[in-house]
């Protein structure tokens, strides 16, 4: 079973507006830490923003935030006020237990989605 | 420079050939990671080094061969690859502990763009 999914292939979203990026997934370790990476046509994966489960608050970098719903298990990320220069792949990822202690694990990537912003 | 450097950007090689791709990080970083992009298919993590010993190996194939000879540098040594091979590889760096609550925020490298004839 798939532990990081993300249900949109591809997004056409109209510039300043917000945008909604789908994100759950499946873990039975109540420690765990999400995380969301940029992918421009470069290839650099760019770190966006990170929310760890134990979090009372979501998390929020300029104008990335991410909609932390843990009954759900959904880590949306929202984008406000979207630019031409947030056209790129968005990766979901996790990374399971051990957050106390930290870890050199990696990461969990979901399959992404494609966001085009049209001006 | 700072960040993680990937080189070389670009590889095709055939499927005898030998060849290696180098990852160098100036973060004070002392894990690192390879992972493989394949089209239409989440990164796949294939190797971790953490304070230069391998700490993880996801039942990847004997022709990768990885080598961490410090906490900067890491090499993927490629052999007899196949066609299935080609994809992007990608270097990350973090630091093993410590950080937000356990954040240890991966950053990656370019990438280099492997292709297999």
């Known amino acids: 079973a798939q532990k990081i999914t993300q249900t949109q292939p591809g997004m056409f979203v109209q510039e300043k507006e917000a945008v909604t990026l789908d994100c759950t997934y499946d873990?039975?370790?109540?420690?765990?830490?999400l995380f969301w990476y940029k992918q421009p046509s470069s290839g650099e994966m760019i770190f966006l923003i990170y929310?760890?489960?134990?979090?009372?608050q979501n998390a929020t970098e300029g104008r990335y935030s991410l909609n932390f719903q843990k009954a759900r298990k959904s880590a949306n990320l929202v984008i406000s006020a979207s630019q031409l220069g947030d056209s790129a792949m968005y990766f979901c990822?996790?990374?399971?237990?051990?957050?106390?202690?930290?870890?050199?694990?990696?990461?969990?990537f979901g399959k992404g989605t494609h966001l085009i912003i049209q001006p | 420079e700072t960040g993680v450097t990937q080189t070389p950007r670009h590889l095709v090689m055939g499927m005898t050939n030998k060849k290696s791709l180098k990852c160098e990080q100036h973060?004070?970083?002392?894990?690192m990671y390879w992972y493989k992009q394949s089209a239409k298919k989440p990164l796949e993590l294939m190797f971790v080094?953490?304070?230069?010993?391998?700490?993880e190996n996801n039942s990847v194939p004997s022709r990768f061969s990885p080598e961490c000879p410090n906490s900067s540098h890491l090499f993927l040594h490629l052999h007899t690859l196949q066609p299935e091979d080609s994809a992007l590889y990608l270097c990350?760096?973090?630091?093993?502990?410590?950080?937000?609550?356990?954040?240890?925020?991966?950053?990656f490298g370019a990438g280099s763009r492997l292709t297999v004839l």
């Open positions: 990822a996790m990374r399971e237990g051990r957050i106390s202690g930290g870890g050199a694990d990696g990461l969990t």
């Open positions: 080094y953490s304070l230069e010993e391998r700490v």
């Open positions: 929310q760890g489960s134990y979090d009372q």
């Open positions: 990350a760096s973090s630091l093993s502990r410590g950080g937000r609550a356990g954040a240890n925020v991966l950053t």
């Open positions: 873990t039975s370790d109540p420690s765990y830490g």
């Open positions: 973060l004070g970083h002392n894990a």
